[in-house]
């Protein structure tokens, strides 16, 4: 195996578990990895660290273990049997109610570049790393066991996560099965996944517990869910007893889904609509008839040069929320972007705040569920931020 030396000192945020070594910290390499490869890791002092995938690029190595252990089967199924065990623990998987879960997210499970998330019969696995493409034929082994017929089918779908300077040629495809049964359930509400076109693994199953919150809130309400995608928040307002709901996503085929979705769980519910229209002019020519308001946007900011402009954004677009909500109105603002922190996500929206005059409350601070954990030594994990706000 190639054993990678770091330079002096670059052993310390390994000492603190931290999963990334990045290309800076590398003193040598004894042997010559190919991207995708596990590498044993040393200190410059030639102690063993930890190991990993290799990758060309600034991160350079993803921690798999701090222990020396061989990367096999045994190893994969140990990893995914922790991962289920925790999803069974908080209730998500085994559940009647809920087919739909997060299996593994990446570092926050130790299995840096790794997502697999489980829609009843079908877990759709995607690579976000060279070495995850690499090991996925082992993985998808290792996961078909430890579900003991939990699942019937493997999707496989990286071929937009993986880099592609690392010329791997990612197909997506089925490794295990092959069905297109794809409905799926989340807290006892329906839903198509089209983990074949649609955008991430099908669906976004970080707003399960969000989403069962707004229905709370929904009572008597007149909805508007802006960026609905496959209308997941609509479905949950219209079981919370909404007047009304209105779902909005510049995406056509989204909104075919979120008509599609809704059908399947109230047809015939005339209180919905449904409409392909980019947001901001949504919401710049709509009226003042919405009391609750979803804002939950794609990720404004995916690097950090892009930061000023991504909270330029959500202020921006917070402040045509708070213009137009009735008085007494609820706004659940989201973003989903990694680099935007919580602080600067509540400038940003205090600042809209500000900019409307109006009396707004905190109610609730949100984040993402359980099956999507953060790992202690690994803060970078935390991405989704939302805030319940009461608009007076
Ligand atoms: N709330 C959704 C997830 C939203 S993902 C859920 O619960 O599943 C972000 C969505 O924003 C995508 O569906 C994308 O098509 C849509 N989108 C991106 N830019 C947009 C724009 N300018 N106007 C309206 N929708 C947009």
Redesign the pocket.
């Known amino acids: 195996m190639v054993k990678l030396y770091l330079k002096p000192g670059k052993e310390e945020s390994l000492k603190r578990f931290h999963p990334w070594i990045f290309s800076g910290a590398i003193g040598h390499f004894d042997g010559e990895p190919e991207e995708g490869e596990v590498v044993d890791v040393y200190t410059s002092k030639k102690e063993f660290i930890a190991k990993g995938h290799f990758q060309i690029g600034s991160i350079a190595v993803r921690v798999l273990s701090f222990q020396q252990v061989p990367i096999d089967l045994a190893y994969w199924k140990k990893r995914l049997a922790v991962a289920l065990d925790l999803r069974r623990s908080i209730g998500v998987a085994d559940n009647p109610e809920n087919d739909t879960y997060r299996l593994v997210h990446g570092e926050g499970d130790s299995l840096p570049g790794l997502i697999i998330d489980v829609y009843a019969k079908t877990a759709v696995m995607q690579a976000h790393s060279a070495g995850m493409h690499v090991d996925r034929m082992d993985i998808a082994k290792a996961l078909e066991e430890i579900m003991e017929g939990r699942i019937e089918n493997i999707y496989y779908k990286s071929e937009t996560t993986l880099p592609f300077k690392a010329d791997l040629a990612p197909e997506n495809g089925f490794l295990l099965g092959g069905s297109t049964d794809n409905i799926a359930c989340e807290n006892g509400l329906k839903f198509h996944v089209d983990w074949l076109k649609g955008?991430k693994t099908g669906?976004?199953v970080d707003?399960r517990e969000n989403r069962a919150l707004l229905e709370r809130y929904s009572n008597n309400r007149s909805v508007l869910n802006m960026?609905?995608?496959?209308g997941?928040?609509s479905f949950y307002a219209m079981r919370g007893g909404a007047k009304l709901v209105h779902s909005?996503?510049?995406?056509a085929k989204?909104i075919d889904l979120t008509n599609k979705n809704v059908e399947l769980n109230f047809p015939g519910d005339t209180r919905h609509a449904a409409f392909a229209e980019?947001?901001?002019k949504y919401l710049d020519r709509m009226g003042d008839q919405y009391d609750l308001i979803i804002l939950?946007?794609?990720a404004f900011a995916k690097h950090k040069d892009a930061l000023r402009n991504a909270l330029m954004g959500y202020r921006k677009l917070n402040a045509k929320a708070f213009e137009k909500i009735k008085p007494g109105g609820i706004l659940f603002t989201f973003s989903c972007s990694q680099v935007v922190t919580k602080e600067n996500f509540r400038t940003a929206v205090f600042t809209a705040a500000a900019l409307s005059g109006r009396n707004v409350r905190i109610l609730h601070q949100l984040t993402q569920p359980a099956d999507h954990p953060v790992n202690i030594y690994h803060p970078e994990g935390e991405y989704l931020k939302g805030l319940v706000l009461y608009v007076e």
């Open positions: 955008q669906f976004f707003q960026f609905c995608y496959t997941g928040f909005v996503d510049s995406s989204a980019d947001a901001f939950d946007p794609p």
